[in-house]
Nanobody
Framework: VQLQASGGGLVQAGGSLRLSCAAS????????MNWYRRAPGKERELVAT???????HVEESWKGRFTISREDARNELYLQMNNLKPEDTAVYYC????????WGQGTLVTVSS
């Protein structure tokens, strides 16, 4: 399984970005698909999850600003990020779980104040 994340970039505080993650296999197969992030000097942390049946969960720190979704017809996972803050600056990784855990290469999001 290959995952290719994209959509990162430089944005001003208050702006929005949509991250995409293209999967080499059907996104409908995975038990979970997740977005993680690693902020400068910090450990990797879970941001949001979507299950095979489409249930979603966004961690408390980003609830109300970030939305995770999936388009199985395109085999893509998304993270819509609104009202971005400088503390959202991080490398964002997509992850897919079936019997194993698969990782994309990460996309850098930089939020300027």
């Amino acid at each position: 399984v290959q995952l290719q994340a994209s959509g990162g970039g430089l944005v001003q505080a208050g702006g929005s970005l949509r991250l995409s993650c293209a999967a080499s296999e059907s996104t409908a197969r995975f038990t979970f698909m997740n977005w993680y992030r690693r902020a400068p000097g910090k450990e990797r942390e879970l941001v949001a999850t979507i299950t095979r049946i489409g249930s979603t969960h966004v961690e408390e720190s980003w609830k109300g600003r970030f939305t995770i979704s999936r388009e199985d017809a395109r085999n893509e996972l998304y993270l819509q990020m609104n009202n971005l803050k400088p503390e959202d600056t991080a490398v964002y990784y997509c992850n897919a779980v079936l019997k194993e855990s698969y990782w994309g290469q990460g996309t850098l999001v930089t939020v300027s104040s």
